[in-house]
Structures are given as structure tokens and as C-alpha cells.
């Protein structure tokens, strides 16, 4: 199994807040390469996001802005590669936000949600969060909230599903974007 996942954090409410954002190339079922950078955001910082993934401005104040960091990480989002995230709807929203916030073109490729997949393969979980999913799998996720953390979480959590279930099950939670 060979895919990306991602994660952002955000200052605010707005799509375009990204303050970091973390990549976990999979190959071969195995994160291979991983890949975290902050980001400087044109906007303000909510007190209850600082709380939420405790990134404060002062933190960003030299991190490069968002399209330094997708220079970076945009060959991985092409039309053949699956992207793989944890509630893939809002980290999709922040992509596409941020991208749009800076008049950069959006890529065409893969979304799997393994909020959404988790729901329907594990439907007697108490929730389907990260740190509950992982917890029910067994899973390490060493600090909730941070892009990396997450990232790597995600993309082990896909792994154990497409262990378990077979890759094919999986197919059917895939979405073209």
C-alpha cells in the first residue's frame, strides 16, 4: 500500500490559518519519509486553537509562509496519489483554503478519510477521534495535535485497516478531488 498523509493545524477558524502542516509518505505499508514544517499565517490566532495544538504566533514568526512549504510538499499531490487524513474534510478545507487564500492552482488527487472509514469498519468504537482510534488499535500517537504526530497516525491507522480488511475494502472510501 503507497500513499500520503497529511495534517494541518490551524490559528483560527479561517482555511487559510494553516500554522503547520505535516506529510507521512507511506510505501510498501511503512512510513518511508516524513515531513513537518510551521507556517507563518496572514491572519490573527485564536486562544482556543493556541490551546488546541499549543502553536502560538511568536512560534511562526520566522517559519516560511505557505507557499514556500507547498513548493516543497506539491509534487506528492498528483492526480495518481492517494492522500490520506484523519477528518480528511477539514485538512481537504485547509489544502484548498490555503491554496485559494494565495492564488495557487489546486491539484487533482486521491482523498481518503479514515475518520470515515474507521466509522464503518469499527462501528462500536465509543467515537471515532484519532487518539481514540489509536488507542482501540493499539496504535502510538505521541502528542494529539501535532501535524506529524497526527500524520503518522493516520497513515498507521490506514495501514492496520488495509491489514486487516483488504485493500479493496478500502477503495470504496476513496473520493476523487
Not at 471515532?128 to 489509536?134: A, G, I
Amino acid at each position: 500500500m503507497n500513499f500520503v498523509a497529511m495534517d494541518f493545524e490551524t490559528a483560527n477558524h479561517e482555511k487559510h490559518s494553516a500554522v503547520s502542516v505535516a506529510i507521512a509518505v507511506v510505501r510498501d505499508s511503512q512510513v518511508v519519509d516524513k515531513f513537518y514544517s510551521l507556517i507563518k499565517p496572514e491572519t490573527y490566532f485564536s486562544s482556543r486553537n493556541v490551546a488546541i495544538n499549543g502553536i502560538h504566533e511568536q512560534d511562526v514568526a520566522n517559519a516560511p509562509k505557505f507557499p514556500e512549504v507547498w513548493d516543497k510538499i506539491s509534487p506528492l499531490f498528483t492526480e495518481d496519489k492517494l492522500i490520506v487524513a484523519h477528518n480528511a474534510t477539514f485538512d481537504n478545507s485547509v489544502l484548498k483554503g490555503t491554496l485559494a487564500y494565495y492564488g495557487i492552482e489546486e491539484p487533482h488527487y486521491m482523498l481518503l478519510d479514515t475518520v470515515r472509514s474507521s466509522r464503518r469498519l469499527f462501528p462500536n468504537f465509543e467515537n471515532h477521534k484519532l487518539n481514540t482510534v489509536t488507542s482501540n488499535l493499539g496504535i502510538v500517537l505521541a502528542h494529539h495535535h501535532n501535524a506529524l504526530d497526527d500524520a503518522v497516525a493516520a497513515a498507521n491507522i490506514l495501514i492496520y485497516e488495509a491489514h486487516h480488511f483488504g485493500e479493496d475494502q478500502l477503495k470504496t472510501f476513496v473520493k476523487k478531488k
